[in-house]
């Protein structure tokens, strides 16, 4: 059920600044992380992806570093834009074996504002 | 564009009322689509997996009985709310994957349920 009184960690940044949003996690096992996009009523957006054999994967203006030491995910966001406000999400998963389904763990999320 | 549609996107029904929710992948065929809910400030969790033309898998402490999942094609899946009470008041999501390749899962734009 819901829990009373639980807010989403928030971030704020200047339009134009670069974003580091963070995601631990705990399963030892997971070898395939996403980071998802979701705006206000609407369902999560892929962004970028990493498998556990790279530490370091870059898309357009976004960055996904893997520290699986710590088991430590973060997204970067270059110069940062308004319509980058959303809420993130880390999610990650077993198995990336072609054919098989895949079940997702989510992340907590985190609020991004991005402020004129 | 959309890979995975939902429908309907919003819906109001009352008290002790069944509402199904429809889940289709657009242009593939998904013998597994996923079932999440997630409430106000929160992470998605994941409901059911459901598999097409066998039963769906639940997670620990979702009644199967109360949400009842059919897949009865290789692009549709429903998710039917019986009974619904006001607790049941949520964002549901689906979610599916090409089977053939390991592109990330695509989610639908969800659907918002508001039991009165």
């Known amino acids: 059920g819901e829990s009373v009184g639980l807010h989403l960690p928030t971030l704020s940044v200047q339009e134009g600044d670069n974003s580091i949003i963070n995601c631990a996690y705990s399963?030892?096992?997971?070898?395939?992380f996403i980071w998802y996009k979701q705006e206000s009523g609407k369902g999560p957006q892929f962004i970028i992806d990493i498998r556990s054999n790279m530490d370091k994967r870059q898309g357009q203006r976004v960055t996904v570093l893997l520290n699986k030491t710590v088991k430590h995910l973060s997204l970067q966001i270059a110069a940062t834009q308004p319509g980058d406000s959303a809420v993130y999400f880390c999610a990650e998963t077993p198995s990336i074996s072609s054919g098989s389904a895949r079940q997702l763990t989510f992340g907590s999320g985190t609020q991004l504002t991005v402020l004129p | 564009g959309a890979v995975v549609s939902q429908h309907p996107s919003w819906v109001i029904c009352k008290s002790g009322t069944s509402v199904k929710i429809e889940c289709r992948s657009l242009?593939?065929?998904?013998?597994?689509m996923f079932w999440y809910r997630q409430f106000p400030k929160q992470s998605l969790m994941l409901m059911a997996t459901?598999?097409?033309?066998?039963?769906?898998?639940?997670e620990q402490g979702v009644e199967k009985d109360k949400f009842l999942i059919n897949h009865a094609s290789l692009t549709l899946s429903t998710l039917t709310v019986t009974s619904a009470h006001p607790e049941d008041s949520s964002f549901y999501i689906c979610?599916?994957?090409?089977?053939?390749?390991?592109?990330?899962?695509?989610f639908g734009n969800g659907t918002r349920l508001t039991v009165t």
């Open positions: 399963n030892s096992a997971s070898d395939y």
């Open positions: 242009d593939f065929q998904a013998t597994t």
């Open positions: 459901s598999n097409e033309g066998s039963k769906a898998t639940y």
């Open positions: 979610s599916a994957s090409r089977p053939s390749d390991n592109s990330p899962l695509h």
